[in-house]
């Protein structure tokens, strides 16, 4: 963590990484055990365009130097050691960006509500 995180960043969140692959019968392999990571985050509906166009109504903005973050991963604010991010009430990420051209490590993801 940089110097500017251990006071910038006031938050705990947790983060449920999708697994690579498919299991033999084509299904998804599911998720990696929950990871806590610090973050700051602003909370509140709005509308932002995804880099194909899309629209998404955003539940929450999370800012942060974890850079493991890919969309399809599950995002809860807060602390959670549930194996299962649905049942943990997590959000999917559905998009991952760099928070600030200037800076390698700082991160914002987005979660639809």
């Known amino acids: 963590m940089s ?9 705990t969140a947790t983060i449920w990484r ?10 998804p392999l599911g998720y990696a055990e929950p990871e806590q990571i ?14 194909l166009g899309a629209e998404i109504v955003v539940k929450n903005t999370v800012w942060t130097e974890f850079a493991l ?10 602390v959670s050691t ?17 928070a ?3 800076r390698s490590n700082a991160w914002r993801m987005i979660t639809p509500s």
């Open 38 to 51: 610090i973050c700051d985050y602003e909370g509140g509906l709005s509308k932002k365009l995804a880099s």
């Open 18 to 27: 999708k697994l690579e692959g498919n299991d033999e019968y084509g299904d």
């Open 69 to 78: 973050a890919a969309a399809g991963d599950y995002l809860l604010i807060g």
């Open 3 to 11: 110097s500017i995180a251990s006071w910038s960043y006031t938050a």
């Open 100 to 102: 600030t051209p200037t």
């Open 82 to 98: 549930e194996a299962d991010p649905v049942v943990a009430g997590a959000d999917e990420v559905r998009q991952v960006i760099s």
